[in-house]
């Protein structure tokens, strides 16, 4: 009998508690019962939003798997087509033919710039337009003329796959000339590390991977960031998209829903991209 | 019973043995296959010698060659005299509990993952690269080539101490008793009697460093120009086929890397062969 009289207070306890939690959760309620594996791969700029959505459903749900991958815009399309993953994520729309040949469904959760980088020690701050096309093709090769050390410009590009070389090579660039001495690394991440190691080397980031070990350049006077991006004054922006093979179902429907959700939203921004409305 | 369990076993093992070796010969086949409409397209040849641009249109991978042959070649240059010395000291010099320990510490070395290499290359010898040359981002062949030469080090040492071991006894002993010095033993009999385990030893080395991906992935820039020195990036087949494998399957681009892996399929089966006629050549003479 005293046993009983031991347990009751724990039972009313976790009862409570157990009645409560979904209060606690908010938006992450349809992820209760929920179990099994999610895998994600490709676009690189997506990865800071994807790991933090993952972690709090893993928290709430410790049933769900869910993996993330880099590889790039081109790598995410092509393996949720080839169906190796639930969720392919690309920085740049899929075109019409990819859209087909692999039934796609897209979603698109939020806005971002692309925006040119150079390492915080560099003097250099601000470019034209024509003067970041003469350096990314080369015809510019010195910092002295821009104002900066008498040191050659290493530019940094990134890989075939990559959403963020297309959006900034056709905004940007407007499809001008890459040197092909250029530098070429295989992500965002890759391409800050790279940029924040060299002092004197020039590159390319998505704004929402723009922190304080890369300095941004301002662009025509705007200088890339959340806002210049969202009123519409920088003008090298793109989508982030998730895409699906066919009308997502289950987990991945849930996982997709969630970035639309409020709980979504606020990683969405906390992680420097604007989320769609 | 018995014969028809030795029957079986043989049988079986002749299975393996056929299965394995048909594999290597029809990778080749596939990707010669798979290369086939750009070739056709292009020409074989013409994707050898012609440069990288796929955006107006040509697919070229030269300057991968060329960066392939330049960064291993290099890696050779500073791996071969690190080894010969290592290996000096473990098989001759140094007294036998060090040469024990030294051994062991290189067998060690040999197991480390090659991305560690490149990861303390980018902390350690990118930046110093690039203050001590005052030009490029020290992303550059040599970096890579240096770092190379040091992942390959172990594994031709470890060559070297073995042919150096596998000299008679009786012949050492001889010379000590002509009176030889320790130098004039190392120059007379040593070297002579190893030479082909050593050739050996730094063309599997060699080999090593055209197969390896990571480190010239993440120290040599990957630009796809032929490098006009080495202080200039460059890029390798393996790196190549690393970064352009993302592409779209039906691309052209995408077409090219399997002429990457023909070349490098080719080259390590022109190694491969080039140690099995030295190692006969040397079996014959004795």
């Known amino acids: ?277 | 019973m018995k014969k028809y369990g030795e029957l079986v076993a043989e049988r079986s093992f002749l299975l393996s043995a056929l299965a394995s070796s048909s594999i290597t010969v029809a990778i080749l086949a596939f990707m010669v296959f798979m290369g086939l409409p750009l070739m056709k397209q292009a020409g074989f040849y013409q994707l050898l010698v012609k440069p990288w641009a796929p955006y107006q249109g040509t697919f070229g991978i030269y300057p991968m060659i060329v960066g392939t042959g330049c960064i291993s070649l290099l890696s050779l240059v500073v791996a071969f005299p690190l080894s010969l010395g290592c290996s000096f000291l473990i098989a001759t010099i140094a007294p036998k509990p060090v040469s024990k320990g030294l051994r062991r510490l290189i067998e060690l070395m040999t197991g480390i993952p090659t991305v560690i290499y490149g990861f303390v290359g980018i902390f350690l010898l990118v930046p110093y690269i690039r203050e001590l040359f005052r030009s490029g981002s020290g992303l550059c062949v040599l970096t890579a080539a240096l770092v190379l030469g040091i992942m390959i080090t172990p594994t031709m040492t470890l060559f070297f101490c073995d042919s150096f071991d596998r000299i008679p006894r009786s012949y050492l002993t001889a010379a000590e008793a002509l009176g030889a010095s320790r130098t004039q033993k190392l120059l007379y009999v040593i070297l002579p009697c190893a030479k082909m385990g050593m050739l050996n030893g730094v063309i599997l080395a060699l080999g090593r460093a055209v197969g390896d991906t990571l480190v010239a992935l993440m120290l040599a820039g990957n630009s796809v120009r032929v490098p006009g020195s080495v202080l200039e990036p460059a890029r390798t087949l393996t790196a190549h086929i690393a970064l352009v494998i993302a592409a779209d399957y039906e691309s052209p681009e995408f077409r090219s890397i399997f002429a990457c892996g023909i070349v490098l399929y080719l080259f390590t089966m022109m190694v491969t062969f080039l140690v099995r006629y030295l190692s006969f050549a040397e079996g014959r003479r004795d």
């Open chain 1, 1 to 277: 009998m005293r046993r009983i009289f031991f347990i009751q207070p724990v039972l009313i306890v976790s009862i409570l508690l157990a009645a409560c939690l979904p209060a606690f959760s908010g938006s992450l309620d349809s992820f209760q019962g929920e179990k099994g594996e999610l895998k994600i791969s490709g676009g690189t700029a997506h990865i800071p939003v994807m790991k933090e959505a993952a972690r709090q459903i893993m928290m709430a749900n410790p049933e769900i798997q869910i993996s993330i991958a880099g590889g790039g815009s081109g790598v995410g399309i092509k393996q949720v087509g080839e169906g190796l993953v639930d969720i392919g994520n690309s920085g740049r729309k899929a075109t019409d033919e990819e859209i087909g040949r692999y039934q796609l469904k897209l979603f698109q959760w939020a806005i971002d710039g692309v925006g040119p980088v150079v390492n915080p020690e560099n003097p250099v701050k601000a470019l034209t337009k024509d003067q970041m096309k003469d350096i990314f093709a080369g015809k510019v090769s010195n910092w002295k003329t821009l104002g900066g050390e008498d040191r050659e410009i290493n530019i940094y590009t990134r890989d075939e796959a990559s959403g963020t070389r297309a959006v900034f090579w056709k905004k940007g660039l407007d499809k001008g000339p890459i040197t092909p001495s250029a530098h070429v690394v295989v992500s965002n991440g890759a391409m800050k590390s790279a940029i924040a190691q060299d002092p004197y080397g020039i590159g390319y980031v998505s704004v929402g991977h723009i922190d304080a070990s890369v300095a941004p350049v301002a662009l025509d006077g705007v200088v890339p960031t959340i806002e210049t991006v969202q009123d519409g004054a920088y003008k090298i922006a793109r989508g982030l998209y998730s895409n699906t093979r066919g009308e997502p179902v289950g987990l991945t429907k849930k996982f997709i829903d969630f970035l639309y959700s409020p709980d979504g939203k606020k990683i969405i921004e906390s992680k420097g991209f604007i989320p769609v409305r």
